[in-house]
């Protein structure tokens, strides 16, 4: 009978125990036990953007084939410390970051093949859909982080064209730019829109704002978000060698970006993006 009793209160002590909030305690403790102990880790996360801003000033100074390296580099570096990483927030960041070497690389190794001409920009940017696309998939934001919505468009459609222009127009005050169509005739116009905005802009958004903006901004908030993300995509346009480039660039990236912030539109900045390329490699070197 004792013994009986024994295992009855036995038996009680380890319902008690195996609450549903006990479970979920202990499943806690586990993922905690199980995540490595990462320290700082704003300290990972200005590995990537450090060695981005490095590889993009070699560029600024002519060391073209130094910043290539470099870039590969960090490319190999991410991908493979994604397979250790079992933070999940630095993994996707990782991932993030993985896209702006691709992109550079890309950029920098199609003009020895070909030609500079409109047609250069459908080969990289087409290429880029590719690992944006599995990027983007593997983020686990939700269509409205993304800034999936065709919301208020005719109002952003006019927006875009006017800030496409006012900026695009500052732009080619600073690099004076050739153009990249024979004229400006509607049907040149119309393929110059097309390659700008739903491939060069959309490409270039998708990975500034709605992959690394967002992810940036889980890390640093909001506003850290937002200013690291226009530090780098100033610094991508480390090509054209001119320091007010980079600053102009930097200035265009704050209003695109916090205009995502504010809105979660992608079709608006991919058009305010395309359209000042639009202005920038089009309309205004005919006109001026």
Known sequence: MEKYENQEIKRSENKEIETPGYREILMSENRVAQKPALG???????????????????????????AM?????????????????????LEKTYQAFILLPILRLVNLSMPAFYEVTLY????????LTIPVTIALTHQGFTREQLGVSFKRMGIYIPLSIIMGFLLGTGEYLIIETNYLIPDISISSLLILTLVMVFLVGLIE???????????????????GGLLITSILFGLMHSGYGNIVEIFYAFFVGFIIGYMFYRTRSLPLVAMIHGFINVFLFGVIPHLL
């Open 69 to 89: 390296e470099i870039h590969a580099v960090l490319l190999l570096g991410l991908s493979l410390s994604i397979l250790y990483i079992k933070d999940d927030g």
């Open 205 to 223: 958004e998708i990975i500034f704002r709605s992959i690394l903006q967002n992810r940036l901004e889980a890390f640093l908030g909001s506003r």
């Open 120 to 127: 250069l920009f459908v080969f990289i940017y087409g290429l």
């Open 40 to 66: 700082n880790r704003i300290l990972y996360l200005m590995i990537p953007i450090l060695a981005v801003a490095f590889a993009e000033l070699m560029i600024y100074f002519g060391r073209t084939i130094e």
